[in-house]
């Protein structure tokens, strides 16, 4: 699994390389190497190829000046350099590419001319390498890279009209790209990123492609800057296969064969009882489709069996639909549970491996009090108060004791449950330890009591620090939390935090957050520890997701039942991940 190191983290891995015997030069070889690796492939596609490279004044631009030179030797690419200042003659890599017989000019030079050469070079490219800025870099851009970005920028401009760009397809980018501009490779991560924050400069140069090295960053997945990477590669270093200063960092990018690894076993001596029962407390009269999306994602992760609690009048609306479920009738006020409801499921909890509570309840009196009731700490003896429902006007509707709590199954909180939390004061101490939160950024706000300024809603104060706020607050909740959107993130109060590399626009729709919470409580019936159901089920969920766009032809025309009818085909493709 990949690593996600912050600026600090990366100096120290780097630091204690060089320390064990990886030299800053052999790391900086090892990085170009990589960079030149992929360019070789792209400039294969082309007649006569032309690579122009940006080198900047530190190790970025010797990462440059490598993997220039390398292209220049081992393709028939035609290679330049522009160097925003002069480089020393003792600079070694710099003396081999001048031993080359390579063109370079630096920005001192050229912006005598009004950056002519640079210009020049923008327009003949076929392929930019962008080795201006590495981690290190503060914003905003000033100077002369201020100066550079800008001609850049106009020079792409003046190009866009000139001439159109070769069809160019790869296995990431499946359909064949016809922008008017060449195609842009960054080092480490675009000029104009923040690495740590994901915030971007308004001069920044969008990459096609980004090869980062040895752990991904925070800003490669925090948008707005997520939006200038492009296609992410983490290429290694050759560090040690066992490297503490790396591997003791808890943040993770996670990929295919990380999340097989965690996908229960299914022997062929099975029974539906091997495979856990999932209780999906959820529905109303206004959100029917909710409870049912659920189960269906929860029966295709693999959950032997599956029990839709719902309002009375819900049921009957979509049984037809998820033919595979049982049903557990609830009291309801008119259309939504009610308060009595919890007798009922405390009878039946004890049956389950997983419940997942909250899709489609709606935030009536009704289901709040259904809420409170549920998750009570303290004895109580609550009275309905209302005619509608299962339980006589009067009559006592629950007794619990302060351990009742422990005897939940393990507990997923999705959607209105979420939001019904958020109305309970220190909501979070009346949740089993390592409950299942899946938050969208609006949620999220209301769970942490997050408000917003003159400046930024509470939703954008939320996702200026996702993978921060999500560590912090299940640390403090002692809960799960999947912090859901572009590059969902899972933190456990362990401090582990890994992030799932789907951003899609095709999940931007009403319903799959059912499909995913659905997935989550599949995972948790089966007997999987509840940061890894999550993770798998996220990885899954963004997976499908991925393909439900390309079987549908187009982001804008998927629907939830589409991604859902996709999980097969993602968990098969999870299985046989190398």
Request: hydrophobic share 45%; with cysteine; proline share 6%.
């Amino acid at each position: 699994m990949i690593k996600i190191a912050t600026v600090e983290e990366m100096r120290a891995i780097e630091a204690a390389a060089d320390k064990a015997g990886v030299s800053y030069a052999q790391m900086m070889d090892n990085a170009g190497r990589a960079v030149a690796n992929r360019v070789k492939q792209i400039v294969a596609e082309f007649p006569e190829p032309r690579v122009a490279v940006l080198v900047g004044p530190g190790n970025n631009g010797g990462d440059g000046l490598v993997a220039g030179r390398l292209i220049a030797e081992e393709t028939k690419a035609t290679v330049t350099f522009f160097l925003v200042q002069p480089r020393d003659e003792s600079d070694e890599n710099f003396a081999k590419v001048r031993a080359a017989n390579l063109l370079v000019v630096d920005a001192p030079t050229d912006s005598e001319q009004g950056y002519r050469v640079l210009r020049t070079m923008i327009a003949n490219a076929d392929v930019i390498i962008d080795a201006l800025l590495g981690t290190g870099s503060k914003l905003p851009l000033r100077g002369e890279i201020e100066k550079v970005m800008r001609q850049v920028h106009k020079a792409l401009s003046d190009r866009e009209e000139d001439r159109p760009r070769p069809n160019f397809v790869t296995p990431e980018r499946p359909t064949a790209d016809t922008a008017r501009r060449p195609i842009i490779v960054a080092v480490d991560l675009p000029t104009g990123l923040n690495a740590d924050t994901g915030e971007l400069d308004k001069n920044a140069l969008y990459a096609d492609e980004t090869i980062t090295f040895e752990a991904a960053k925070p800003g490669h997945v925090t948008f707005s800057g997520r939006d200038a990477v492009g296609v992410l590669h983490v290429a290694p270093l050759s560090l040690p296969e066992k490297f503490p200063p790396r591997d003791n960092i808890k943040r993770t990018l996670v990929d295919a064969r990380s999340v097989r690894r965690l996908l229960p076993e299914r022997p062929a001596s099975a029974n539906k009882g091997t495979f856990g029962k999932a209780l999906i407390v959820a529905g109303s009269l206004n959100y029917i489709g909710a409870p049912a999306l659920a189960a269906q994602a929860a029966y295709r992760v693999g959950a032997g069996l599956v029990t839709v609690a719902a309002p009375q009048p819900v049921i009957p609306a979509i049984a037809n639909h998820i033919v595979e479920a049982t049903w557990l009738l609830l009291p309801h006020d008119m259309g939504v549970i009610n308060e009595a409801a919890v007798t009922l499921l405390r009878k039946e909890m004890p049956k389950y491996t997983s419940m997942l509570v909250g899709p489609g309840l709606t935030q009536e009196d009704a289901t709040r009090e259904f809420m409170e009731a549920l998750l009570v700490r303290e004895k109580k003896s609550a009275r309905s108060q209302r005619r509608l429902g299962f339980v006589p006007s009067g009559e006592a509707v629950s007794t619990v004791d302060e351990k009742d709590n422990e005897k939940l199954p393990p507990l997923v909180v999705d959607a209105d449950g979420l939001n019904l939390l958020s109305r309970m004061d220190e909501w979070w101490t009346r949740l089993p330890a390592r409950t299942i939160l899946t938050p969208h950024p609006g949620e999220m706000s209301r769970l942490a009591k997050i408000e917003g300024d003159d400046k930024r809603s509470a939703t954008e104060i939320v996702q200026s620090d996702r993978l921060g706020l999500a560590a912090s607050s299940a640390a403090k909740w002692n809960c799960i939390v999947v912090l859901k959107g572009a590059h969902t993130v899972v933190a456990d109060p362990d401090g582990r935090v890994s992030v799932i590399p789907f951003a899609n626009a095709a999940l931007a729709r009403a319903g799959t957050g059912d499909v995913l919470a659905g997935a989550i409580v599949g995972y948790l019936a089966q007997g999987l520890d509840p940061f890894d159901a999550a993770v798998a089920a996220a990885y899954v969920h963004g997976y499908a997701g991925e393909l439900a766009a390309n079987y549908v032809g187009t982001k804008a025309s998927v629907v939830a039942g589409d991604v859902v009818s996709t999980l097969a085909d993602a968990i098969s493709a999870v299985e046989v991940a190398e």
